[in-house]
């Protein structure tokens, strides 16, 4: 099968228009309506019901169309992938807003001063796997909790959980606070807005907001805040993730330097 007869084929399925198919793909639809029909005989199932007022998709098609939208995406990923690797001149990391942001910062600064590093370039997003798929990024930090399927992950670090309380709340002089006591909270999220680190701390700053974070997120939140350790709460791992498959001698080495760093973090914590 050829990619002009996939994309032949989910123009239509998407237009569910020989006319307007054959506009977007800029040909005449004669060949248009030919190339689907003989796709249709290769494939021995009809992929459109077609009458004189409209075309549908079959069962089949739409299952065909699914399936063609993946192939597509992967040679478009594929494509990306390969002029990256022929032409590194960078490395992408791409993170969510407040992720390990001391870590990231110390294991970039410390990639770049190594021979043979290349300039790191940081995507703040809350689609990292997207990006990462896509091909948009060579490398992920994220949580180990999220779904890495199709990813090839290294474990970097783990969070301690602390709650964000302001300053004058009836918990913030607290040694450690409790979930359950959170949940009780009218202005408590069980999950993390998706708004920058300075917007979160202001919310809760304001009394608005009430949040869980990673501890490396206390780095950042000035005296506006306080930070609560909430002990019931798992420890997050943060790991560092790519697609599978692939060679990428700039990422190899930048997940060597962040184990290192890492390891270099604990043996200080421990120290201390």
């Known amino acids: 099968m050829e990619t002009r007869e996939v994309e032949y084929f ?3 399925a998407e237009e569910l228009h020989f006319g307007r198919a054959a506009e977007r793909l800029g040909i005449a639809q004669p060949p248009l309506s030919r190339t689907i029909g003989r796709l249709e005989r290769r494939l021995g199932v009809r992929l459109f019901e077609r009458t004189s007022r409209r075309v549908d998709l079959t069962d089949a098609g739409g299952v065909f169309l699914a399936e063609c939208r993946r192939v597509l995406d992967a040679m478009d990923t594929a494509v990306r992938q390969t002029r990256r690797a022929a032409q590194q001149q960078r490395l992408v ?12 910062a110390e294991v970039v600064r410390a990639y770049e001063r190594l021979p043979g590093a290349v300039p790191v370039e940081v995507v703040f997003t809350h689609d990292q796997l997207g990006v990462l798929r896509s091909g948009a990024a060579d490398v992920g930090l994220m949580c180990g909790r999220d779904d890495l399927g199709g990813m090839t992950s290294v474990d970097v670090a783990e969070e301690s959980a602390v709650v964000l309380l302001p300053p004058d709340h009836r918990l913030a002089g607290r040694s450690a606070v409790a979930l359950a006591e959170l949940t009780r909270e009218d202005a408590y999220r069980d999950s993390v807005p998706p708004y920058p680190l300075d917007q979160i701390v202001d919310l809760v700053s304001f009394g608005r907001l009430i949040v869980v974070v990673g501890v490396s997120a206390t780095n950042r939140i000035g005296d506006c805040v306080v930070a609560v350790p909430v ?4 420890a997050t791992r943060l ?5 599978d498959g692939g060679q990428n001698p700039a ?19 421990r120290a201390s």
Do not use: I
Request: aromatic fraction near 4%; avoid cysteine.
């Open 10 to 12: 989910v123009a239509v």
């Open 93 to 104: 990391v791409t993170t969510r807003p407040g992720t390990g942001p001391g870590l990231l």
């Open 231 to 234: 002990p019931d709460v798992p």
């Open 239 to 243: 790991v560092l993730a790519w697609p």
């Open 251 to 269: 990422r190899t080495l930048f997940v060597r330097t962040a184990k290192a760093v890492a390891a270099g973090r604990a043996t200080l914590g």
